[in-house]
């Protein structure tokens, strides 16, 4: 568990939030805020917790909930954890599960393996729901690599059609996940397709600033996509450099840090209604070196200054 150290690191942390948010001329971030915001456990990934350990540091940093990997959850029960305990020192702590990230291979083209793939879908939502979670994430594993040969969007649909009944009988949704890299659902485009075309009351998608600028996207397109469908969103920034077809998950920043104009975005996403969770997803190895406490701070810092300044922006409808 955390030691006194991390409670110090927290109060100080916390205590310089109104400076901070002062330099960059906003109001106090908590006030009005229509957001959340949780932690997705990617950014602290390097530093090796445990599960109990990784909600202790997104708790005591201020997160309204936690984005946690299966992977993680899998270990941790196979350690000989209990998921009803992991549940319960998330409700202790006063927040919720906004998603998780799982990688059931849903998408594949070989009848057999996607067959087999729900069923791994079937076992990490009841994962997911046993620590009070409703949604996981649904990337296009499978069909991701540089070789990969994308399935037709109309085939995607069905797929996910079918991947969206699983996760009614389970209790949890999937949420169609934009992946920049890809050569399957790199493109807002695409994402909006599948998910009309999939034809079910709980279509959603789980869009993300840096694979948006990495699929070649114009952040424009955001508009075009139902708010209400939008429950959870990777909140992070990108540099100047590498440019857009070197750059990759190991570059993201925290937001605003970056040249991404996060705060403009943000008001475009708010003022066409969206209220769901900003999940704070980094992979950057440099914050994997420090404090994971000092990184969870940082980030929900840095996070909640970019939403007060685009709240200070003028609306964006006509």
């Known amino acids: 568990m955390l030691d006194r150290r991390h409670f110090v690191i927290a109060a100080a942390a916390a205590a310089s939030l109104p400076m901070a948010l002062a330099k ?39 997160y309204d909930s936690v984005e946690p990997w299966v992977r993680d959850l899998e270990k941790f029960v ?104 890809s050569p399957t659902l790199s493109k807002l485009g695409e994402l909006s397709y599948v998910s009309t075309a999939a034809a079910h009351p709980d279509a959603c998608v789980l869009p993300d600033f840096y694979h948006i600028y990495k ?29 857009i077809a070197e750059i990759a998950d190991k570059d993201r920043v925290f937001p605003g840090d970056g040249v991404c104009e996060l705060p403009k975005i943000i008001r475009g996403l708010i003022d066409h209604g969206f209220q769901g969770t900003f999940s704070l997803e980094l992979f950057n190895p440099t914050y994997w070196q420090r404090d994971a406490l000092e990184v969870a701070v940082e980030g929900l810092e840095k996070s909640k200054r970019v939403v007060a300044q685009a709240m200070q922006l003028p609306s964006t409808e006509v």
């Open 24 to 62: 960059g001329q906003v109001t106090d971030p908590d006030e009005s805020m229509p957001v959340e915001f949780s932690l997705n456990m990617s950014t602290i990934r390097g530093q090796n917790l445990s599960v109990p350990d990784q909600i202790e540091v997104a708790a005591k940093a201020g």
């Open 78 to 181: 196979a350690d000989g954890g209990t998921l009803a305990d992991v549940k319960k020192q998330i409700e202790d702590a006063g927040m919720t599960v906004a998603s998780a990230i799982g990688f059931a291979n849903w998408i594949v083209d070989d009848d057999a393996a996607r067959a087999a793939a729900l069923e791994t879908a079937k076992k990490e939502m009841e994962m997911v729901r046993s620590i009070g979670g409703v949604r996981i994430a649904a990337p296009p594993v499978g069909a991701h690599t540089a070789t990969s040969v994308s399935p037709p969007l109309e085939t995607i649909a069905r797929r996910y059609h079918a991947l969206l009944e699983v996760g009614r009988e389970m209790g949890v949704t999937p949420q169609l996940e934009l992946w920049g890299f």
């Open 215 to 243: 699929g070649g996207n114009d952040f424009d397109s955001l508009g075009m996509i139902e708010a209400s469908r939008m429950h959870c969103f990777h909140i992070n920034d990108y540099p100047a450099t590498p440019g």
